[in-house]
């Protein structure tokens, strides 16, 4: 689930250090609205350049903010990073065309493309310049053809005996009446040097970063961004756009409405945009440009996210779009004809088409690892919950669609943030995961406890077969603590995180070791034994092995199991399973014990049989509590003001 994770530790009491009086208002644009730029390079050596353009045949140099191609020469811009969303213009802004922009020097062709749903491509405009010194070439195409899908990009060809130099490439639309306002905001908890980084990131394009006014960090940590030896200086190149405040660790959700309160406190008009960023990610500072000039050019106010590329395989897309099914607790699922875990440089394996985003897609929510909303949404439905971390970003989208502001994911605008995959998901954050979930589905869906209750006994008895008593522990004390009521929610999360900890402490399968370094077992005593494939007939195995866990029978006394093959139907036939951990940092021992066992079963079916009789009285508690949890005066309050 997307969100902050990183949010342990104790944190400073509150206290703001560069907040000031900017007031935020509404401006008149100085000539047309840049959309988004043409880059070739990326914002570090890990990322490809062939994400910003691709050499189709010949030689060419990719530079940051510009190319040169070689004679006999071709390079196109229908990559990821390299096409403008037509489609998304075309649906969601009253813009009817745009125009490409750039600077060339020599000799050679500029032809714009176009796609359409199937990914079929065509000439929409081209140019043959001959001779050029630093000449502005503008070449325009029309946003009328893409309300299902397709996109726009530059193609750059030369010839035998022609090169040609092109740079500062810029799509632009006609700029709206008055440009909003746009603040981003940036939570951070001990992620001081990752912060630092986005903000020496930001610093460096803020030249061009036009529709940019503020920069919020809002520091929960110990170890905090201030203490680092280049904060003085990009801090000085930020200048008063740059707010740094200090405050208590209310998690994701507190430090990103840390955001949306100032904007609120400080502007004079609600027509003004927060862009959250999470602080670990690799930032590509355009997108800064194209979510805010996107907005800039909406219709009606939409919340606008970004998309997520996967740190650790920086060609991978992580999904195109994506909601949640609410009752059953699922967040994360791809949207019909949505790219999940697509490598971009890649083809689908079933069309042999290379992997891009041609049709158009409704979201139902987008992570808060770059997300813009407007302050129309605040104004209409409050600010987000005091959920800690964990769906406060699905929550927030599905009440703003409730009031009818729809969440729009921009394709092309993306950060690289790390593989969700490689965490593992017997951490107590899990806690936050069940507990908000359950909190979000009260309140935005028909709420079937009796569905519920079955996806909810599902999971305990996987957790059980499993051995996994921590994370049993762990969906209890969630479900428990939903049926408390809004009261929960009280102090933001703070009083559960530190119990979770407290309570998953006492359950040794949730403590990660050196595989070579196991608590009591020889290391050359440990082998892998591999899982059979998932089993055709599941209920009947399930009951199987069931009973082999009440009567203490096992098929294996010792053994490690890969994380990709820890299949509660495996796993249940050992005594003591040595499992990978998602991270590949380390193991986890799992260790059947029968009368924990027996003991959070009877505790999981009690407190679940709870929710089924006491489930719909409580949704009403949490309904009629929203007004004030969201309001401005209860963050206040949580940020001790």
């Given at each position: 689930?997307?969100?902050?994770?990183?949010?342990?530790?104790?944190?400073?009491?509150?206290?703001?250090?560069?907040?000031?009086?900017?007031?935020?208002?509404?401006?008149?644009?100085?000539?047309?609205?840049?959309?988004?730029?043409?880059?070739?390079?990326?914002?570090?050596?890990?990322?490809?350049?062939?994400?910003?353009?691709?050499?189709?045949?010949?030689?060419?140099?990719?530079?940051?903010?510009?190319?040169?191609?070689?004679?006999?020469?071709?390079?196109?811009?229908?990559?990821?990073?390299?096409?403008?969303?037509?489609?998304?213009?075309?649906?969601?802004?009253?813009?009817?065309?745009?125009?490409?922009?750039?600077?060339?020097?020599?000799?050679?062709?500029?032809?714009?493309?176009?796609?359409?749903?199937?990914?079929?491509?065509?000439?929409?405009?081209?140019?043959?310049?001959?001779?050029?010194?630093?000449?502005?070439?503008?070449?325009?195409?029309?946003?009328?053809?893409?309300?299902?899908?397709?996109?726009?990009?530059?193609?750059?060809?030369?010839?035998?005996?022609?090169?040609?130099?092109?740079?500062?490439?810029?799509?632009?639309?006609?700029?709206?009446?008055?440009?909003?306002?746009?603040?981003?905001?940036?939570?951070?908890?001990?992620?001081?040097?990752?912060?630092?980084?986005?903000?020496?990131?930001?610093?460096?394009?803020?030249?061009?970063?036009?529709?940019?006014?503020?920069?919020?960090?809002?520091?929960?940590?110990?170890?905090?961004?201030?203490?680092?030896?280049?904060?003085?200086?990009?801090?000085?190149?930020?200048?008063?756009?740059?707010?740094?405040?200090?405050?208590?660790?209310?998690?994701?959700?507190?430090?990103?409405?840390?955001?949306?309160?100032?904007?609120?406190?400080?502007?004079?008009?609600?027509?003004?945009?927060?862009?959250?960023?999470?602080?670990?990610?690799?930032?590509?500072?355009?997108?800064?440009?194209?979510?805010?000039?996107?907005?800039?050019?909406?219709?009606?106010?939409?919340?606008?996210?970004?998309?997520?590329?996967?740190?650790?395989?920086?060609?991978?897309?992580?999904?195109?779009?994506?909601?949640?099914?609410?009752?059953?607790?699922?967040?994360?699922?791809?949207?019909?004809?949505?790219?999940?875990?697509?490598?971009?440089?890649?083809?689908?394996?079933?069309?042999?088409?290379?992997?891009?985003?041609?049709?158009?897609?409704?979201?139902?929510?987008?992570?808060?690892?770059?997300?813009?909303?407007?302050?129309?949404?605040?104004?209409?439905?409050?600010?987000?919950?005091?959920?800690?971390?964990?769906?406060?970003?699905?929550?927030?989208?599905?009440?703003?669609?409730?009031?009818?502001?729809?969440?729009?994911?921009?394709?092309?605008?993306?950060?690289?943030?790390?593989?969700?995959?490689?965490?593992?998901?017997?951490?107590?954050?899990?806690?936050?995961?069940?507990?908000?979930?359950?909190?979000?589905?009260?309140?935005?869906?028909?709420?079937?406890?009796?569905?519920?209750?079955?996806?909810?006994?599902?999971?305990?008895?996987?957790?059980?077969?499993?051995?996994?008593?921590?994370?049993?522990?762990?969906?209890?004390?969630?479900?428990?603590?939903?049926?408390?009521?809004?009261?929960?929610?009280?102090?933001?999360?703070?009083?559960?995180?530190k119990e979770i900890r407290r309570i998953r402490d006492e359950y040794p399968e949730t403590k990660r070791h050196k595989a070579t370094d196991v608590p009591g077992i020889a290391s050359n005593d440990i082998g892998i034994i591999n899982s059979a494939p998932r089993p055709s007939m599941?209920?009947?195995?399930?009951?199987?092995?069931?009973?082999?866990?009440?009567?203490?029978?096992?098929?294996?006394?010792?053994?490690?199991?890969?994380?990709?093959?820890?299949?509660?139907?495996?796993?249940?036939?050992?005594?003591?399973?040595?499992?990978?951990?998602?991270?590949?940092?380390?193991?986890?021992?799992?260790?059947?014990?029968?009368?924990?066992?027996?003991?959070?079963?009877?505790?999981?079916?009690?407190?679940?049989?709870?929710?089924?009789?006491?489930?719909?009285?409580?949704?009403?508690?949490?309904?009629?509590?929203?007004?004030?949890?969201?309001?401005?005066?209860?963050?206040?309050?949580?940020?001790?003001?």
């Amino acid at each position: 689930m997307p969100g902050k994770a990183a949010v342990t530790g104790e944190a400073p009491s509150a206290m703001v250090s560069t907040v000031d009086d900017t007031r935020f208002a509404e401006r008149t644009p100085q000539g047309r609205l840049t959309a988004q730029r043409g880059l070739y390079a990326g914002p570090a050596p890990i990322v490809s350049k062939d994400l910003y353009a691709e050499l189709e045949w010949g030689t060419a140099v990719r530079e940051r903010g510009g190319i040169s191609i070689e004679p006999a020469s071709k390079v196109s811009g229908n990559t990821y990073f390299g096409r403008f969303p037509a489609s998304y213009w075309q649906r969601w802004t009253d813009v009817t065309e745009v125009q490409v922009e750039a600077v060339v020097t020599g000799d050679g062709q500029l032809s714009v493309g176009a796609s359409d749903i199937e990914g079929d491509s065509r000439v929409v405009a081209a140019e043959v310049v001959a001779g050029a010194k630093q000449r502005k070439v503008t070449l325009t195409a029309k946003l009328d053809k893409f309300y299902d899908g397709g996109a726009l990009w530059l193609d750059i060809e030369t010839e035998g005996g022609q090169s040609l130099r092109v740079e500062k490439v810029r799509w632009t639309v006609e700029a709206p009446e008055k440009i909003r306002p746009t603040a981003v905001t940036i939570c951070t908890m001990n992620r001081a040097d990752d912060c630092l980084s986005n903000l020496q990131a930001l610093a460096a394009d803020v030249s061009s970063l036009e529709t940019l006014d503020a920069i919020y960090v809002a520091d929960q940590g110990t170890d905090l961004v201030e203490s680092r030896d280049g904060f003085e200086q990009v801090a000085k190149d930020l200048g008063d756009k740059l707010h740094y405040i200090k405050q208590p660790n209310l998690g994701g959700a507190g430090g990103f409405t840390r955001g949306l309160y100032e904007v609120a406190g400080h502007t004079e008009t609600e027509h003004a945009n927060v862009l959250f960023m999470d602080d670990d990610v690799l930032l590509e500072p355009d997108l800064v440009i194209r979510m805010t000039a996107f907005s800039n050019r909406t219709v009606n106010p939409v919340i606008v996210g970004g998309q997520m590329l996967n740190l650790l395989h920086p060609n991978q897309l992580h999904v195109g779009a994506e909601y949640a099914r609410l009752n059953t607790l699922e967040p994360g699922q791809p949207v019909t004809h949505s790219l999940s875990t697509a490598d971009l440089l890649g083809v689908d394996e079933e069309t042999l088409k290379p992997n891009r985003q041609e049709r158009r897609l409704d979201a139902g929510y987008n992570g808060w690892w770059s997300c813009l909303i407007p302050y129309e949404v605040v104004k209409a439905t409050g600010y987000p919950l005091p959920f800690f971390f964990q769906w406060d970003d699905a929550e927030y989208s599905y009440r703003a669609r409730g009031a009818g502001f729809p969440t729009v994911t921009l394709p092309g605008a993306g950060v690289w943030h790390a593989d969700f995959h490689w965490k593992d998901w017997d951490e107590w954050h899990r806690y936050f995961n069940l507990r908000n979930s359950i909190i979000t589905a009260a309140l935005h869906s028909p709420f079937n406890l009796n569905l519920l209750s079955r996806v909810l006994v599902a999971q305990l008895v996987r957790y059980l077969l499993g051995m996994q008593y921590g994370l049993s522990a762990t969906l209890i004390k969630a479900v428990e603590d939903f049926l408390e009521g809004p009261e929960v929610l009280r102090d933001g999360g703070v009083a559960a995180m530190k119990e979770i900890r407290r309570i998953r402490d006492e359950y040794p399968e949730t403590k990660r070791h050196k595989a070579t370094d196991v608590p009591g077992i020889a290391s050359n005593d440990i082998g892998i034994i591999n899982s059979a494939p998932r089993p055709s007939m599941q209920r009947l195995v399930l009951i199987k092995r069931i009973l082999d866990r009440v009567l203490g029978r096992s098929r294996h006394s010792l053994g490690a199991i890969p994380i990709d093959e820890a299949h509660w139907w495996h796993v249940a036939t050992f005594d003591t399973a040595v499992v990978t951990d998602a991270s590949q940092e380390g193991v986890r021992v799992r260790s059947y014990d029968r009368a924990k066992m027996f003991d959070l079963a009877r505790r999981g079916a009690k407190v679940i049989q709870r929710l089924r009789k006491e489930g719909a009285a409580v949704q009403e508690q949490y309904k009629r509590a929203m007004p004030e949890l969201t309001s401005r005066d209860n963050w206040k309050r949580l940020y001790e003001l």
